[in-house]
Nanobody, 123 residues
Framework: QVHLVESGGGLVQAGGSLRLSCAAS????????MGWFRQAPGKEREFIAA???????YYADSVNRRFTISRDNAKNTVYLQMSSLKPEDTAVYYC?????????????????WGQGTQVTVSS
């Protein structure tokens, strides 16, 4: 199995910034894609961004140019840099893993998930 552990969530003021991290361990593939999703109360889990092994990125329209996904393959870690945060960004944020090199924005493509980290943006 692949284990994913998110960190970096917390309480921030509107307009602020936050960086989430997700460390992967276990039986990871030689090359894999990582994604970030979020789930707000009363809503379905929503795709945010994905990044390929080589660094190619794919963003949801709702967060493009505010959020930046990156990864450090040597550390098996993916990051989500969030800026200009809004109260509507409040959610539990999850990282997810899929084998292979093709980015995907649907949760069905991802095989393993982290436990989630809470991000709360106050007004």
């Amino acid at each position: 199995q692949v284990h994913l552990v998110e960190s970096g969530g917390g309480l921030v003021q509107a307009g602020g910034s936050l960086r989430l991290s997700c460390a992967a361990s276990g039986r990871t593939a030689s090359m894999y894609t990582m994604g970030w999703f979020r789930q707000a109360p009363g809503k379905e889990r929503e795709f945010i961004a994905a990044i390929s092994w080589s660094g190619g990125t794919y963003y949801a329209d709702s967060v493009n140019r505010r959020f930046t996904i990156s990864r450090d393959n040597a550390k098996n870690t993916v990051y989500l840099q969030m800026s200009s945060l809004k109260p509507e960004d409040t959610a539990v944020y999850y990282c997810a893993y899929k084998p292979g090199t093709v980015v995907a924005g649907t949760e069905e493509e991802y095989a393993y998930w982290g436990q989630g980290t809470q991000v709360t943006v106050s007004s």
